[in-house]
Nanobody, 126 residues
Framework: QVQLVESGGGLVQAGASLRLSCAAS????????MGWFRQAPGKEREFVAA????????YYADSVKGRFTISRDNAKNTVYLQLNSLKPEDTAVYYC???????????????????WGQGTQVTVTS
């Protein structure tokens, strides 16, 4: 069992930056592909970014490519999401996810991640 706790969300203006963190419990963090998803009001949860077990490979949704950066520190059992050049359309609850069972070369689906955090709110004003 893995518990995930996100932090770092907030209310910012367009163009600002935020850094989200996701702290994981347990000793098996380094064995999990980790991901970030987001869910805006009235919309389905969507994939944002993923990172491989050792952090050597990353994968992004087209909507955030070049603006967001995912990273991890396996010694700290933590995965990060750096959000730059934020736009109002980035407003959502951001969720951390662990233990991916899908194909790395395909856009992850929510049901392909086993563990989820409770989410952290990011609100971007224009």
């Amino acid at each position: 069992q893995v518990q995930l706790v996100e932090s770092g969300g907030g209310l910012v203006q367009a163009g600002a930056s935020l850094r989200l963190s996701c702290a994981a419990s347990g000793r098996t963090f380094s064995t999990y592909v980790m991901g970030w998803f987001r869910q805006a009001p009235g919309k389905e949860r969507e994939f944002v970014a993923a990172i491989s077990r050792a952090g050597m490979n990353t994968y992004y949704a087209d909507s955030v490519k070049g603006r967001f950066t995912i990273s991890r520190d396996n010694a700290k059992n933590t995965v990060y999401l750096q959000l730059n050049s934020l736009k109002p359309e980035d407003t959502a609850v951001y969720y951390c996810a662990a233990d991916y069972s899908g194909n790395w070369y395909e856009t992850p689906k929510t049901n392909e991640y086993r563990y989820w955090g409770q989410g952290t709110q990011v609100t971007v004003t224009s």
